[in-house]
């Protein structure tokens, strides 16, 4: 029986031919969920066009209709998304099923150091006051009220130590910048820096100017930094969150923001996306919010691509699969 894989039609017409190569000559076929074929599929590469806009918490039914064919198809074995989460409700059951999951996990890395660090720096220049300085046309020099600290020498705690975090460590050495790594596990870093596991977390916190998120969500990570955690920071530290929202207790930053104990934050991943038109983010001056776009770039598709491609060649010879996710 051929190799039955499910793709999205943008993707069979794009990709076949890199995919019939890739098989060197193994029987296959290519199916969209729309056919009944899609029931025998062994395989499924969710492409970034599958999602869409789709959140996790709000999908739309053209992205319903390639979950729901995964979900029916018994056959089932491998699942490549293009994403490094696999927090998605859909992924969490294939997996429970016994169905491979692996990850497209440092295919946007630079990218997303790179939107985590903008951020920092841009909170740390004080871009969003300066911004609605410029949209009032008013002069309005950061020398008429106390200086922004230097963020030369100050310490970021980057929690989470896979290729994004590792790559924001590099980008923020470069700039000046201290770093604490909280990670899985207490290993020390390579790099040598100070490290801990995420439940020892506290004792890096009172000396963070600027905590970084940038770890998966699983057990250990949800809610991982609460109201208590965040009181733990000195006064006038900054949060970026590039990991999921439910890492970050949303509540208890705004008050820390409204408090005046955090100085602001720059977030693109909320507790739940899309952000509610009446969440307090959306106008507090101190906050940057972007819509989950920290890892968009044009080279990602093709990233993802050679990764699937590459898993794919793996899977038909027999071999194990790159970057496999761990069991639900």
Excluded at 41 to 49: G, K, M, T, Y
Excluded at 78 to 99: K, T
Excluded at 183 to 192: E, F
Excluded at 199 to 214: K, N, Q
């Amino acid at each position: 029986m051929p190799l039955c894989i499910l793709v999205s039609e943008a993707a069979r017409a794009s990709h076949g031919g890199a995919i019939a190569h890739a098989l060197a000559g193994c029987p296959h076929t290519l199916v969209t969920p729309d056919e009944d074929a899609a029931l025998d599929a062994e395989i499924a590469f969710v492409s970034r066009d599958v999602t869409g806009l789709s959140t996790k918490h709000e999908v739309f039914p053209e992205t319903q209709r390639f979950y729901d064919a995964m979900a029916a198809s018994r056959r089932l074995r491998w699942v490549q998304v293009h994403s490094a989460g696999i927090d998605r409700a859909i992924y969490v059951q294939l997996q429970q099923r016994g169905v491979m999951l692996s990850t497209s996990a440092g295919s946007n890395a630079e990218v997303v150091a790179q939107t985590a660090v903008a951020g920092l720096l841009a909170l740390g220049r004080r871009f969003p006051e300066l911004i609605a300085a410029q949209r009032r046309g008013e002069w309005s020099p950061l020398i008429r009220r106390p200086l922004p600290p230097d963020i030369d020498g100050q310490t970021a705690t980057i929690v989470g130590w896979g290729e994004i975090g590792q790559a924001i460590g590099r980008i923020l050495t470069a700039v000046g910048l201290h770093i604490q790594v909280v990670r899985s596990s207490d290993a020390p870093t390579d790099q040598g820096f100070a490290s801990c596991a995420y439940e020892d977390i506290a004792r890096m916190l009172p000396r963070t100017d600027w905590l970084v998120l940038a770890c998966p969500l699983t057990s250990r990570t949800e809610q991982l930094i609460d109201g208590a955690a965040l009181r733990a920071l000195p006064r006038g530290a900054g949060v970026i969150n590039v990991a999921r929202g439910a890492v970050l207790d949303e509540d208890a930053l705004i008050a820390a923001l409204e408090s005046g104990h955090l100085s602001g934050a720059y977030l693109d991943v909320f507790t739940h996306e899309p952000l509610a038109p009446e969440s307090a983010l959306w106008a507090m001056p101190q906050v940057l919010a972007t819509p989950h776009s920290a890892g968009f770039s044009a080279g990602n598709a093709e990233r993802v691509v050679k990764i699937f491609l590459d898993n794919l060649r793996r899977y038909a010879q027999g071999q194990t699969l790159a970057r496999l996710a761990r069991a639900a």
